[in-house]
Structures are given as structure tokens and as C-alpha cells.
């Protein structure tokens, strides 16, 4: 069984930064790209910033405020949020497609989320 645990969340004024973390733990093989994805108050989820080897996506709202991070030895990917503006309130979910060893293509897998405000 795979889990992935968001941490670091918060309370934060505009302007001000957070840095969330997910780890990545079980029967893990391999994991292909991680992510981190985010919904707000009565809207859709949606894709915040990627990492699959040593290329990074972002959403065109973050680039440049964003820098999303991974550590394969321990299985966790970061993102680094600064700069953050009112409208990044949300909840914030990692995502990874991970092998486990008794299948042979990837699995998509979700963390809880969580919850990041952005208020003054």
C-alpha cells in the first residue's frame, strides 16, 4: 500500500512565503512524476507545478513565485511558494505516478491535501 503525506500548510499574509512537503512511503518501485495540484473555494482542481526527472511545469499564474523540488532518495517532492497572493488559497494535494512491484505501469496516487490560506 502507497501513501503520500502533505505537510506545511498554513496561515500566511500576502506576500509571505510557505514551503510544502510530500512524502512518498510503502511499497514504492519507482515513482515517474510527482506533482502538486490545488482547489479553491467552489472551483476546479488544477495543476500548480510538475517534476518528472529533471523537467518542472508550472502554471502560468505561479511561474516565477513557485519552485517545485524533489528528493529521490527519500521519495518527497517540495514546493516552494513565494510571493503568495489572496487567490492562492486553497487546498493543495500532491499527486504521483508510482510503480509498485506487483504491477508494471504506473499508478496515479493522491495525497489528503492540504490547506493553505493566504489572508492579512
Known amino acids: 500500500q502507497v501513501q503520500l503525506v502533505e505537510s506545511g500548510g498554513g496561515l500566511v499574509q500576502p506576500g509571505g512565503s510557505l514551503r510544502l512537503s510530500c512524502a512518498a512511503s510503502?511499497?514504492?518501485?519507482?515513482?515517474?512524476?510527482m506533482g502538486w495540484y490545488r482547489q479553491a473555494p467552489g472551483k476546479q482542481r488544477e495543476l500548480v507545478a510538475a517534476?518528472?526527472?529533471?523537467?518542472?511545469d508550472y502554471a502560468d499564474s505561479v511561474k516565477g513565485r513557485f519552485t517545485i523540488s524533489r528528493d529521490n532518495a527519500k521519495n518527497t517532492v517540495y514546493l516552494q511558494m513565494n510571493s503568495l497572493k489572496l487567490e492562492g488559497t486553497a487546498v493543495y494535494y500532491c499527486n504521483a505516478d508510482i510503480v509498485v512491484p506487483t504491477r508494471l505501469s504506473p499508478v496515479d496516487y493522491w495525497g489528503e491535501g492540504t490547506l493553505v490560506t493566504v489572508s492579512s
Open positions: 517534476i518528472t526527472g529533471g523537467r518542472t
Open positions: 510503502g511499497s514504492i518501485f519507482s515513482i515517474y512524476a
